[in-house]
């Protein structure tokens, strides 16, 4: 869902388009069929990053963790940058957060911390739409820092033409 509609033509491009995750073998998408936060923040950033990036690890936010925690990309939750790459938890119970130490969703930071939040890009997620009504799709919001999981920053070599 986009701007409060099915727009599946929209989420496809974010799945099988080269500017998203480049996965064409994806079939048509389907409300529901896809958790597809990672492959929007991929197409936001498009074909300036390397299609090996955008489809190997930014689908997930457990590929980010399986390829990412352990580089010099992973940084402290105190330290966001906008444009920053974060997954965050969506539960606030140490059980629920330790079985998925990768964090549940993808977000870019869109805005610094203020007061203890910081504001996001967010896809596949309930927020504000450029209008300011709360929908469901591609939107805005504010986060909480301690609901994040951990925050990736790309490197000069994952884009093109380094």
Same mark, same amino acid.
């Given at each position: 869902?986009?701007?409060?509609?099915? &727009? $599946?033509?929209?989420?496809? @491009?974010?799945?099988?388009? #080269?500017?998203? !995750?480049?996965?064409?073998? /994806?079939?048509?998408? @389907?409300?529901? #069929? =896809?958790?597809?936060?990672?492959? =929007?923040?991929?197409?936001?950033?498009?074909?300036? !990053?390397?299609?090996?990036? *955008?489809?190997?690890?930014?689908?997930?936010? /457990?590929?980010?963790?399986?390829?990412?925690? %352990? +580089?010099?990309?992973?940084? %402290?939750?105190?330290? !966001?940058?906008?444009?920053?790459?974060? +997954?965050? =938890?969506? #539960?606030? $119970?140490?059980? @629920?957060?330790?079985?998925?130490?990768?964090?549940?969703?993808?977000? !870019?930071?869109?805005?610094?911390?203020? %007061?203890?939040? =910081?504001? +996001?890009?967010?896809?596949?997620?309930?927020? /504000?739409?450029?209008?300011? %009504?709360?929908?469901?799709?591609?939107? +805005?919001?504010? *986060?909480?820092?301690?609901?994040?999981?951990?925050?990736? *920053?790309?490197?000069?070599?994952?884009? &093109?033409? /380094?």
């Amino acid at each position: 869902i986009v701007d409060g509609k099915n &727009n $599946d033509h929209i989420l496809n @491009k974010y799945i099988a388009g #080269s500017e998203g !995750l480049g996965w064409s073998w /994806y079939d048509t998408y @389907k409300n529901g #069929s =896809f958790a597809w936060c990672g492959a =929007f923040a991929a197409f936001c950033y498009g074909p300036a !990053l390397k299609s090996s990036v *955008r489809s190997r690890t930014m689908a997930s936010c /457990y590929r980010m963790y399986r390829d990412w925690r %352990n +580089t010099v990309r992973c940084h %402290n939750g105190q330290d !966001l940058k906008v444009g920053d790459i974060v +997954t965050v =938890f969506n #539960s606030t $119970d140490p059980d @629920k957060r330790a079985a998925t130490p990768q964090g549940n969703h993808i977000v !870019l930071v869109k805005e610094l911390p203020k %007061n203890g939040e =910081f504001e +996001t890009y967010e896809g596949n997620a309930k927020g /504000y739409g450029p209008e300011g %009504n709360w929908r469901e799709g591609v939107s +805005t919001r504010k *986060r909480q820092i301690s609901t994040i999981a951990h925050v990736y *920053r790309l490197l000069q070599e994952d884009f &093109n033409g /380094y």
